[in-house]
């Protein structure tokens, strides 16, 4: 496997279940987040996280859980969700170690995404 | 409120021609931008990018203008190729905020046709 790995690529979930996306990156890197990207709205940061340590929530609601127990694995933990939080979950990852702007630490390596749907 | 707009929902090109998309952004302390191209059920992956003491940044067929008076940028493709048929994201970022925080606009759906 290379790349960041996104599973489940397909979800559909009842308001009341609990479930979890799982994303593995195989790049070394060490700084892991979350993105949303909801029908007709650009693409929105939800977590970021930085040698495990999470960084950034980005106002989520708690409804959403995510868990990072090392730097190459990133979960997100879901439980009683709306049917507004049907969205495409991505993954993203790079290297903190590459440092300022414009050297490509800000280049972000995405995942192919899980596509949510709450009923 | 959108910080990084791109305002062309679809563009539509023959092959062979220039394709041009265009961003706009309102954010004054944005510094460095960048485009990622979307295929269907795949991720967005890392086309080009510029920082903002640069106007032109060039890779191969892929151009990138900055123009900050305006806060404007645009992609540049030529020739366009049917395989670059994509949705095209342009993100941008500021300076002290955290790494890999990227605002980015909808999307433009490029449609290169032979």
Redesign the interface.
Known sequence: ETG?T?TPRHLVMGMTNKKSLKCEQHLGHN?M?WYKQSA??????MF?Y?FKEQ??NNSVPSRFSPECPNSSHLFLHLHTLQPEDSALY?C?S?S?LAGG??DG?????????SRLTVL | D?Q?KQNSPSLSVQEGRISILNCDYTNSMF??F?W?KKYP??????LI?I?S?KDKNEDGRFTVFLNKSAKHLSLHIVPSQPGDSAVY?C?A?A?GS??????????TQLTVWP
């Open positions: 960041v996104q700084a987040y007709k709205k650009p693409l929105e940061l970021v930085n960084t950034e991505l993203a790079t903190r702007l414009g630490a800000n280049v972000l390596t995405f995942g192919a995404g | 959108q990084v510094d460095y960048l990622y059920a795949e991720g967005p992956t890392f990018s920082s003491i994201f993100a970022c300076r955290t790494l890999g925080r990227l605002y980015f606009g909808r999307g």
